[in-house]
């Protein structure tokens, strides 16, 4: 399948950005022809399955966001205050309810949005059950959890976006198939690293950095089983790297440990994790 980014810059620079059906054609065939050209490959029923289960998931928990800050934001204007504290729907319907200020209208469309956060809550919760349920019978989805800092949810959506693993003949590819990597800029003899691509999977790379997060925190409090891994983060913490930079290198590294294991097909083992594949042993 060609992308449809590469069918509309080829559109953009060939035909002025006239977008019709022909020229959308012309674009395909020439596109078609490049050697070059990465293409991308069409999901099975099973990466499409893992795939749709987490972006509807992901889409769960945006409504679930907005409600609970739209509802907060309109009780404050209203005078009353809902401390972080109150996590139960319930207490936040007795709130609502017994509070004098609000007109009767308002007061009844607001419990309607705590209902609405609920339900929405309990699919979301059903949706995640779901997803543990067939990432425990995934052999894939198990080696990855293996891994510090990857769950059931980034476990899943690798399973979908994946594909064959072997594919990626480079370590390097399988981070910047997913924008984990910074930007070159190359003038003349001078080059330098920008921002991250942000290519590939957005969904995806939150999740690398959510986990990367949780890693570096269990390395800086010693908790982290791989002294290799503890001591590399350690010593980018004492060059002063920004959190930002550290977050996005850690979960480059941990793509690549994904890589590897997928390739060999055996678990995270915590004493090689981290060190360079030349100083390690032809069995390991």
Not at 51 to 75: D, F, M, N, P
Not at 221 to 235: A, E, P
Request: hydrophobic share 35%; net charge positive.
């Amino acid at each position: 399948v060609i992308g449809g980014k590469n069918v509309q810059n080829y559109v953009e620079n060939h035909y002025s950005g006239q977008k019709t059906d022909l020229n959308d054609a012309q674009a395909l065939a020439f596109l078609a022809q490049d050697k070059q050209l990465r293409t991308i490959k069409a999901k099975d029923i099973e990466q499409q399955k893992y795939a749709s289960l987490t972006t509807l998931r992901e889409q769960y928990i945006k409504q679930y966001r907005q409600t609970i800050v739209s509802l907060k934001g309109i009780c404050q204007a209203w005078g009353l205050n809902i401390s972080k504290g109150i996590s139960g729907k319930a207490q936040l319907k007795d709130l609502i309810e017994n509070h004098a200020a609000f007109p009767e209208e308002l007061r009844e469309s607001l419990v309607d949005m705590v209902t609405h956060a609920q339900t929405t809550q309990k699919v979301l919760n059903k949706i995640t059950k779901t997803l543990e349920v067939l990432a425990k019978n995934d052999k894939v989805c198990q080696l990855i959890q293996t891994i510090p800092g990857l769950g059931t949810i980034c476990s899943c959506r690798l399973r979908a976006t994946i594909g064959d693993i072997k594919r990626f003949k480079n370590p390097k590819d399988f981070p910047a198939y997913y924008g984990l990597v910074p930007r070159s800029i190359a003038t003349g003899h001078n080059e330098r690293k920008g921002k991250i691509t942000h290519r590939g999977d957005r969904t995806m790379r939150s999740l690398m950095v959510q986990g990367a997060g949780c890693v570096i925190r269990l390395a800086t409090c010693g908790k982290l089983k791989s002294k290799q891994l503890t001591k590399w983060i350690l010593k980018k913490q004492k060059e002063k790297m920004p959190w930002g930079k550290l977050v996005c290198a850690v979960a480059a590294k941990l793509l690549r440990i994904v890589r590897a294991i997928l390739i060999s097909s055996k678990p995270y083992n915590p004493k090689i994790a981290g060190v360079a594949k030349c100083s390690l042993s032809k069995g390991s």
